[in-house]
């Protein structure tokens, strides 16, 4: 048993290791003074300065940050109301389809969302029009994948709630749409609000599927990154690696603060 | 005599192959304590719930004050209850909990604030207002579940379990406050308990539930006394079942049963050996075995501090009881 | 009700699962490249014909699976000590230990991705430290090879492993190891016929949920991965935006749609199961 227990804890300060390493050297090396990554050339702050002079890049980091906020918004009410029909609507035509296609986008493969989604749009351009491609395309496939996360979350969550408290509010008189106003939505709101988070981390960070259906004007943050990724490591993208560990990190323990609240 | 407030015909409850309630009809009157007795899975839980509007019966109506109640929500019931888990608010203070229900009458504020203070009083919990659930004791808990549900002086107060959830000594305690408010407010409870003691002190009138079906309703009094069948005889308090001519029994109480070492001089006697004595504290049960193999319950009262007196495991003894001592079973 | 369950029900329907109608649709068409879009529409199992007869695209998927597989084994063998180490720390540590486990999760993957470009290239800081502590004089360089995106997967996905094992383990009643070492087994039994079996479905949700998208991974393969390594997300993305063949790419995600049905499917059964259990 002890030895079994040292183990395993031994295995997880290595995972720890595993996890945090690499990214604990990105964060160093955005203060190397050297162009060359892999090289030491001292401690400067020149990079910093240069990703927060780099017009392309906060231009793209702007547009993502307002898809994340709509894409996360939208996701959130959607999500909610899928996650209230799984956990409250036992018996109705199409739930185990309906059970499907909430899950499905969680680990389907984002080129095939992509390029469906991409499809989509192309078809209802030639169709009725529209929409444009871009901040609208994107938004929409955003919140059709961050949907299944806060729908989990959201069922989770209603799977122990104790329903007598709902039942002694419409016991007291409250309407179905009021109880879920006044009881059951600030009891689940701090998971909503993590879900909220969740979603919004996940549209900030998307690039496949937003490659595919972002169209010719728009170039989010990690499309950005992405190009210049691809020709090899970067200076400024540390800069940027370490801005969103710490964003990440943030964000983090306020979703944590949010569901220990709940009780 | 009025118009009782709960007319309850033929209702019926089944969950896929399960019947639950099995075409149940039933009338509270006005002003009573009801209880619904029975054990787990008898049906009582669910009948409470299709009063409260929580389940829909499949046949049958529930009348409350002369009203047809099918396809009434909750919401719109003039029944309010007190759940065994007691579902406060846990986002809400006690004075928030307890108006709940007013401000979804809305009724005034100010009169909001005066119903809900005397509430509280009613209850003792004047000085608890703003707290949150989470920072009550348990019994405390059961006080706010209780003010919430009279504060809107339903016609009907639904109680469900009102005191599994507290710890002995408190729910003894308990029992006489929530006799003495209904009293005092005059209202109708209807309470459902597993609990026979609970039922049998609290309750005006009680039914006895088994497998979905009623099975005796009557005072505390009637239904011990004069149970309606073995089952009832079996299920309230203790019962020694004896055969009697043309295919009837007799239910006999243990404590009707006089111990003695010499032959009584009562109507009934017979001879056994006492084969072993539950020592009880107020009384002591003892298994006497009689010459035919049956075995019979008897209780005898501990008047004296002293054992003297008292029977010992193996002592042949016999045991007497009056011609009118038992009550006649046809099932 | 009606409303609550028919707006995420119309909007996945539109979005999600109209799609893949139209995807099945061009998959069907053929290669247009001078039209807008490059396809004329039809009914040919050309592109299906083709998948399955060149090598390359076989060699695509025979590695995809064997990539996904492999480091689905690796992150469980890793993920399962991990997990198993936070459910039995303190119950006033768990909390901290888990979000040291989903904090990764929560940056940017990309990023993530990137942290080990720079860390296995030929001069990488890997090799650096191997040349200058001696252990290998002319290390060879793991970025651009297998050796990389098996890294990378199991780096990227390991959260995604150790939140379900975890969410299993805690809710394991010790009393039930002591029952078993009670009636005489040892740790090592006691763990094999207790704890595995009943942290089984952890196990296949954390094996799902890392093995599913690492099929279909695609910036893994394409920032750690060499030339020489096709996995088929990669293939897909490959043809849809270099080659713009349309129809080809349409069927490659078909295939990949087929090919992950049933794990998908197992996967909501597990979840559903999973949820109904906690009721």
């Given at each position: ?5 040292r ?22 090396y ?11 050339g ?14 392309a ?30 956990a ?7 739930r ?24 989509l ?39 122990d ?103 | ?14 969950y ?25 899975g ?8 299709m ?16 009203q ?6 909750p ?54 207002a ?11 808990r ?23 959830a507290?710890?002995?000594k ?15 407010l ?146 | ?28 068409g ?24 060149d ?84 290390p ?17 996905y390991?959260?995604?492993?150790v ?21 005489g ?95």
């Open positions: 048993m002890i030895g079994r227990a183990f395993a804890f031994t295995m997880l300060g290595f995972g720890y290791a595993f996890l945090y390493l690499p990214l604990a050297l990105v964060m160093f955005s203060f190397n003074e050297s162009r060359m990554v892999t090289v030491w001292g401690f400067s702050t020149k990079w910093w300065s240069a990703l927060f002079a780099n017009e890049m906060l231009r793209a980091a702007w547009l993502s940050l307002r898809i994340a906020a709509v894409s996360a918004t939208l996701a959130a009410v959607i999500g909610l109301a899928a996650g209230y029909a799984l409250r609507a036992r018996n109705f035509p199409g185990s389809l309906f059970g499907s296609l909430v899950i499905a986008p969680m680990v389907m493969p984002e080129v095939v969302m992509g390029i469906s989604m991409l499809l749009f192309v078809g209802s351009e030639r169709l009725f029009g529209g929409p444009d491609r871009g901040f609208l395309t994107i938004t929409l496939a955003h919140v059709t994948f961050s949907i299944s996360f806060v729908a989990i979350i959201v069922q989770a969550r209603l799977a709630f104790d329903r007598s408290l709902e039942e002694a509010a419409m016991d007291l008189g409250a309407t179905p749409w009021v109880t879920f106003r006044t009881v059951t939505l600030p009891l689940i709101a701090p998971t909503v609000g993590s879900g909220w988070l969740l979603a919004f981390t996940l549209s900030l960070d998307d690039l496949i599927l937003t490659q595919f259906v972002a169209g010719a004007q728009s170039q989010t943050l990690p499309m950005r990154v992405y190009s210049s990724v691809r020709l090899g490591v970067d200076p400024q993208i540390n800069v940027l690696a370490t801005v969103v560990v710490m964003v990440a990190a943030c964000a983090l323990v306020l979703s944590g603060w949010l569901t220990r609240r709940k009780a | 005599m009025s118009e009782p407030i709960v007319r309850i015909e033929g209702l019926a409850k089944r896929g192959p399960v019947v639950a309630v099995d075409e149940v009809d039933l009338e509270i009157e006005r002003g009573e304590l009801f209880a619904l007795l029975g054990g787990s008898c049906g009582k839980t669910t009948l409470l719930r009063l409260a509007g929580f389940e829909t019966p499949d046949a049958g109506r529930v009348l409350i004050d002369g047809d109640m099918t396809g009434v929500p919401h719109l019931r003039p029944v309010n209850m007190m759940f065994q888990s007691y579902a406060l608010f846990p986002h809400m203070t006690v004075a928030d909990n307890v108006g709940y229900g007013l401000r979804r009458e809305g009724v005034a504020r100010a009169e909001t604030d005066r119903r809900v203070v005397e509430a509280l009083e009613q209850v003792r919990l004047a000085d608890l703003r707290r949150r659930p989470s920072q009550l004791s348990g019994g405390q059961q006080r706010v579940a209780l003010a919430r549900a009279l504060v809107k002086r339903p016609k009907l107060l639904l109680l469900d379990e009102p005191l599994a507290l710890d002995r408190l729910r003894e305690g308990t029992r006489f406050e929530l006799v003495r408010l209904q009293e005092e005059g209202l109708t409870f209807v309470m459902v308990t597993h609990d026979q003691d609970e039922a049998m002190s609290m309750a005006s009138r009680m039914a006895v539930m088994d497998a979905g079906r009623i099975v005796q309703v009557g005072s505390p009094h009637e239904v011990y006394e004069r149970p309606a069948s073995r089952f009832v005889a079996d299920f309230i308090g203790i019962a020694n079942i004896l055969p009697a001519a043309e295919g009837r029994w007799l239910a006999l109480r243990p404590e009707k049963i006089v111990l003695s070492t010499a032959r009584p001089d009562t109507a009934h006697a017979v001879a056994g050996q006492i084969i072993d004595i539950a020592y009880e504290g107020g009384r002591s049960l003892h298994r006497v075995a009689l010459d035919d193999g049956s075995v019979m319950m008897v209780a005898t009262a501990n008047i004296a501090r002293t054992p003297d007196g008292s029977f010992r495991r193996g002592e042949t003894i016999w045991l007497g009881w009056a011609a009118d001592a038992g009550h006649p079973l046809d099932t | 009700m009606r409303a609550v369950i028919a707006l995420p029900f119309v909007w996945l329907g539109v979005f999600f699962l109209l799609p893949f109608a139209l995807v099945l649709a061009i998959a069907l053929t290669n247009a490249p001078d039209s807008v879009p490059p396809v004329e529409l039809g009914f040919s199992l050309k592109n299906f014909t083709l998948l399955f007869t090598d390359l695209y076989l060699a695509a998927w025979l590695t995809s699976l064997r990539i996904a597989a492999t480091s689905t084994i690796v992150t469980l063998l890793l993920g399962y000590p991990m997990a198993y180490a936070i459910a039995r720390a303190a119950p006033e540590r768990r909390p901290l230990l888990l979000m040291l486990v989903v904090l990764p999760f929560w940056t940017s993957f990309l990023i993530r991705v990137y942290a080990w470009m720079g860390l296995l290239d030929e001069n990488g800081l890997l090799n650096q430290f191997l040349r200058w502590s001696g252990l290998a004089a002319n060879t360089t793991i970025l651009g090879t297998d050796w990389a995106i098996l890294l990378g997967i199991v780096y990227a390991l959260p995604f492993m939140l379900p094992l975890y969410a299993t383990l805690e809710k394991l009643d010790t009393g039930l190891l002591e029952a078993a070492a009670d009636l087994a040892r740790p090592i039994a006691a763990f094999l016929t207790i704890t595995l079996p009943l942290s089984l479905p952890g196990v296949v949700a954390g094996c799902l949920l890392v093995f599913i998208p690492a099929v279909g991974e695609f910036v893994i393969p394409d920032l750690l991965g060499g030339t020489q390594t096709l996995m088929i997300g990669k293939v897909l993305w490959d043809e849809f935006f270099t080659n713009a063949d349309w129809p080809i790419a349409s069927a490659v995600a078909i295939c990949l749609l087929v090919l992950l049905v049933g794990p998908i499917a197992l996967f909501q059964r597990q979840q559903a199961r999973s949820l109904e259990r906690h009721r």
